[in-house]
């Protein structure tokens, strides 16, 4: 199962936008909605973020959001703050208890 | 309060196995799957496959067959990842994660640092 394609990285100043890709095939994201999102900070484990697309656990802030179209799934940030520079990743169901998830995208707040 | 607690850091010969555990507290272990997933420094998230907590069911990556062996104590909540004839790449952190529904990983453990070296 190949990985996920996502952008090695992304930036954006503070208070601004940024939006993450998670492009997969018919067979993962397309296929479900089942694709989640997580937040690594260097050293920590990752933390849920997103989960079935477009929904948020409690706590994760209203500036995290979800989507999808076709194979593509992403995840926006607004309102960009200091303390969302991480690593983030996507992850599909991939049918017949099958997982894969995305290549990880580094966000830097500049 | 979930905590998934995993046990210490390892540093095997290549060739070796390493057995890794996730002690859980603060939820009905039997109700959900386990997930493992590791990291190679530097690297992406992988994931290595999971366990049925209720009836021991598992499923691995085609990428993990033959050496990975999950298992579950469930007397004592505590889930088991076995990972046979290392090699240098399998350098990597180790991390155990609950999943509720199809595919949100919840809680994760603190992670186990296994380095393979001779």
Known sequence: QSALTQPPSASGSPGQSVT?????????????????WYQQHPGKAPKLMIYEVSNRPS??????????SGNTASLTVSGLQAEDEADYYCTSYAGSNNYVFGSGTKVTVL | ?????QSGAEVKK???SVKVSCKTSGYTFISYSMHWVRQAPGQ???????INAGN?????SQN???RLTL????????AYMELSSLRSEDTAVYYCARVVGTNNFDYWGQGTLVTVSS
Not at chain 1, 60 to 68: I, L
Not at chain 2, 1 to 5: K, S
Not at chain 2, 56 to 60: A, D, R, W
């Open chain 2, 71 to 78: 298992t579950r104590d469930t007397s004592a909540s505590t």
């Open chain 1, 20 to 36: 993450i890709s998670c492009t997969g095939t018919s067979s993962d994201v397309g296929g479900y909605n089942d694709v989640s």
């Open chain 2, 64 to 66: 993990f067959q033959g």
């Open chain 2, 14 to 16: 290549p060739g070796a």
């Open chain 1, 59 to 68: 706590g994760v802030p209203d500036r995290f959001s979800g989507s999808k």
């Open chain 2, 1 to 5: 309060q979930v905590q998934l607690v």
């Open chain 2, 56 to 60: 021991g069911n598992t499923k691995y």
């Open chain 2, 44 to 50: 992406r998230l992988e994931w290595m496959g999971w």
